[in-house]
């Protein structure tokens, strides 16, 4: 039986060919048939997931994402106008083909954050490896029932924001500035003097290498 992970596996490996063809088109009249043959199969593909996870079956954290992706793709992006305008009228024109293509390959990218709280919210981040390595520590050797796993401290919602975007060039944009959420900060003591417990990986030192291992996964 295929799983759900395995289905959308297969969803995205077809999504992520019909991105490569688009990518690799040279800008030639007879191209337009094959932009608007892989971008409406982009998004039937989009449609098909979008409907696969419309419910409360499929809750995960990365399903939910998947399905918010795939809604915000459709709802924000339709390309239909420009294509039958440029099949009657500039079918010829290379330059107005590859303008349209460049647009369609951006919307895919998509290089926009939307945040929906204050970009001054705040709240407590630790390296999964910090984590992990803690844990392992209490498993063995650990004299309490209950502990306290973070950094210690809270990061600003707008300082990850900036490093992402001066990482990656992607723009933010900030859509509701009246919601300020700031989580209480997390004492740590116990694991400090039981294990000597200092953070070495801090969130915003990390994310280089956190989005050059995400573009490798991806």
Do not use: W
């Not at 650990?142 to 502990?147: A, D, E, I, T, V």
């Amino acid at each position: 039986m295929v799983t759900i992970d395995e289905y959308l596996k297969e969803i995205l490996g077809q999504i992520l060919a019909s991105y490569k063809t688009l990518t690799e088109l040279n800008d030639n009249p007879n191209d337009l048939e094959i932009l608007k043959k892989e971008l409406s199969k982009i998004n039937g593909l989009l449609q098909v997931m979008r409907s696969k996870l419309d419910g409360k079956k499929y809750q995960t954290d990365h399903l939910v994402a998947l399905y918010k992706l795939a809604t915000y793709y459709i709802d924000t992006y339709d390309f239909t106008r420009e294509i039958e305008i440029l099949g009657q009228v500039y079918y010829k024109d290379s330059d107005r083909l590859k303008n349209l293509r460049l647009l369609i390959i951006d919307s895919l990218n998509d290089k926009k954050i939307n945040i929906f709280i204050n970009k001054k919210s705040s709240k407590d981040y630790l390296h999964i490896d910090e984590a992990s390595d803690m844990l392992i520590k209490i498993i063995k050797k650990g004299k309490h029932r209950l502990y306290n796993i973070a950094s210690g401290k809270n990061i600003e919602l707008f300082k990850i924001a900036e490093k992402i975007k001066k990482i990656t060039n992607c723009k933010i944009n900030y859509k509701n500035q009246n919601t300020i959420i700031r989580e209480p900060i997390i004492n740590i003591d116990r694991i400090k003097k039981e294990f000597n417990f200092k953070p070495k990986k801090g969130l915003i030192e990390s994310l280089d290498q956190l989005i050059i291992n995400y573009k490798n996964y991806a």
